[in-house]
């Protein structure tokens, strides 16, 4: 979508005159005498110190030691201090705490299988589980920082695991259950992780994902990790165990005295480091302490779409991703409960996502974009199979949305009576920056704005306020939520964060705000693409190709080009039965009428997939590299690696041809 196309959007849902007031988040504004959404988030930001104290005390955090400054600015804004000299544990806030006020029966976990199998966790039952995997941790000799690995599929053990070792002061570095052992080895050799929690393997569509096979070949020689733990999710017993090494999960447990009582720990004790896939070079260690991020998704979560107690949370994401803890925190520390769906959306039939949302009674859905163009796929049946009537928010995250997948999750998902709250951050920023509301009206495809409580803008190249322009997006105050510094220092923390404008985060995003106040966002500003001196974000092109019925999904990139610099590419994912090669033609020309004749791409190509990562997200770059045949980069978080074979054979195709 182009600036033009933005500034034509309508508001496409209204919240009830009185969902505010009866928000968790209208709640407590009535306490300090605000009743209005806007002047609360006015006073969120002109006061930080106010309103991280008034989020902390909404949320019911219990201190172990009360904190004696809310913020101390003095390292500087990019290494803030929040809740200075406070003590907590990130176990005790989102699972002990419920149990001492008598909600221990009350559901924290609803878990549905690949296979179908459904497992319920109540408060009392995790707390008992988390409590003796600590136990069992420190048998294996963990202690307050050091690094356990989790490489686990989503099941309640990876819950147990974050929390029990955050009960003990240790370090969490969760990895997708996807990777093949190169980036698990990566990622355990730069954490130096202790202990690894893995399982023998997990059904995915049906078929059999050997991980302990991939992590017994990524731990090869590696010293570092003197301990596997063995979760049988498979049961079948065949996993090649090493005796010295690898303990079976029950085993472990069955020799544990429960730690019942959580330690307290300093506020910037870590307890996630959480990698990031970096487009050139090795992945970005993350580091996240017990009142950073956890309590940044519970504040947002709560804040932007009501989750709180009894609150049942659905995200779609793996536990190697961010909003994998996301959906921890964010159910957990509001008393909610957290629905883990292990799998894919659209298997055993297109309508899994949608049927294991009515069975668990999920309240908030959250699912990425590109998640909602590949169901839309399947038809309009699928979805409205399914009254879903628990529904109330639909939360989305990943990038872009397009127009079509939007209007189609909103009418079919969504039933047009729900809200779809998109969020955008990131694992370095802990939880977004930009965010929509439950109780604000929404245009397709937007944001209402900053997320509560962040100094959130829009900037040109000289780092000045923009408005109605595309530019960068930038944060001008600290927060909870952001990373504490990379695990490998200071140094290019500070570079990619804070080098370009001095005393402003920049998020890496192309972002425009429309007369009417609401955001958008328009994709990556390092996907940027050069047309005849014009920066266009690929989400600009993309909308127009994906608003056609014939495709599916797209991809744009620039490419080298001896006249023009830059010249537009584009990868396109076609309906079963579309004519490639006339569509193809059809489309070129559509953006050229849509967007003007400069925008006229040099080629577009059919394709059987796009590149992505798990949990959605289009990886252009690597599209792009493998079309001009440069260096991959970091490909751990790619999905489906298979696909790249095609774009290197498209541009052998095109030397030929030339």
Not at 48 to 63: S, V
Not at 286 to 294: E, L
Not at 551 to 562: F, W
């Amino acid at each position: 979508m182009n600036p033009q196309e933005l500034e034509r959007l309508q508001i496409a849902w209204q919240p009830q005159p009185d969902a505010f007031a009866r928000s968790p988040l209208g709640r407590m504004g009535a306490r300090y005498g605000i009743t209005d959404i806007d002047k609360l988030a006015h006073r969120a930001v002109a006061e930080p110190e106010w309103f991280w104290a008034a989020a902390a005390e909404d949320l019911g955090i219990e201190w172990m030691r009360p904190y004696d400054a809310v913020l101390d600015l003095s390292d500087g804004v990019a290494f803030p201090h929040f809740f200075r000299g406070g003590k907590l544990n990130l176990a005790d806030y989102t699972v002990d705490r419920w149990v001492r006020n008598g909600r221990g029966p009350e559901l924290a976990i609803w878990w549905e299988g690949d296979d179908g199998a459904v497992r319920e966790v109540t408060y009392e039952e995790l707390k008992q589980a988390v409590d003796t995997a600590a136990s069992a941790f420190t048998a294996q000799s963990i202690a307050e920082g050091d690094v356990v690995g989790m490489f686990l599929p989503m099941i309640p053990e990876a819950v147990v695991t974050i929390l029990a070792a955050a009960k003990l002061g240790a370090i969490v570095a969760p990895m997708f259950s996807g990777y093949g052992p190169l980036p698990v080895r990566q990622r355990l050799q730069d954490s130096a992780a202790k202990l690894l929690v893995t399982a023998d393997g997990f059904p995915r569509r049906g078929r059999e994902v050997p991980l302990k096979r991939i992590a017994d070949e990524a731990i090869e020689g590696l010293d570092t990790v003197r301990r596997v733990l063995v979760v049988p999710r498979l049961g079948s017993g065949e996993a090649q165990m090493r005796p010295q090494r690898d303990v079976w999960w029950p085993d472990a447990m069955a020799l544990a005295k429960p730690l019942h009582d959580a330690p307290a720990f300093d506020v910037e004790t870590p307890c996630m480091l959480i990698y990031t896939s970096g487009s050139t070079g090795a992945p970005k260690g993350c580091v996240h302490t017990h009142a950073g991020m956890p309590f940044k998704f519970a504040q947002e979560a709560r804040h932007s779409m009501g989750v709180e107690q009894g609150t049942r949370l659905l995200w779609l994401t793996d536990m190697g991703w961010v909003m994998g803890p996301f959906l921890i925190s964010a159910s957990l520390t509001n008393g909610g409960t957290a629905v883990l769906l292990e799998g894919t959306p659209d298997f055993p039939q297109p309508d899994r996502l949608w049927a294991a949302a009515e069975r668990s009674e999920t309240n908030v859905l959250g699912i990425a974009p590109t998640v909602a163009r590949a169901l839309m796929a399947y038809g309009d049946s699928w979805p409205d199979g399914h009254r879903l009537p628990d529904l109330r928010v639909i939360g989305t995250t990943g990038e872009p949305w397009n127009l079509e997948p939007w209007w189609w999750c909103f009418r079919h998902v969504g039933k047009s009576r729900v809200p779809i709250v998109n969020i955008s951050g990131g694992t370095e920023c802990g939880a977004s920056i930009v965010a929509g509301s439950a109780y604000r009206p929404i245009k397709p495809a937007s944001f209402s704005g900053p997320t509560l409580g962040l100094a959130t803008d829009v900037v040109d190249d000289a780092g000045q306020s923009v408005r109605g322009q595309v530019g960068e997006l930038v944060v001008r105050q600290p927060w909870p939520g952001m990373t504490k510094s990379l695990w490998d220092g200071p140094d290019r923390y500070l570079q990619t964060y804070w080098s370009r404008f001095p005393g402003l985060w920049l998020q890496g995003d192309f972002a425009y705000i429309d007369a009417d106040g609401f955001w958008y966002l328009l994709g990556r500003s390092d996907d940027t693409i050069m047309l005849a001196g014009k920066r266009v974000g690929p989400a600009e092109v993309e909308s127009v190709l994906v608003d056609d019925p014939q495709v599916v999904e797209a991809a744009a990139v620039g490419v080298p080009d001896a006249v023009k610099g830059e010249a537009l590419v584009c990868f396109v994912v076609l309906l079963p039965g579309a004519e490639a090669a006339t569509t193809a033609d059809r489309l070129a020309a559509l953006i050229a009428d849509h967007a003007g004749p400069t925008m006229r791409p040099k080629a577009i190509h059919v394709v059987a997939a796009l590149p992505k990562t798990r949990n959605g997200k289009v990886m252009r770059r690597v599209a792009r590299a493998a079309y001009l045949g440069e260096a991959l980069g970091d490909l751990s978080a790619l999905d489906n690696p298979e696909a790249i074979a095609e774009y290197t054979e498209l541009r052998t195709s095109q030397e030929q041809a030339s």
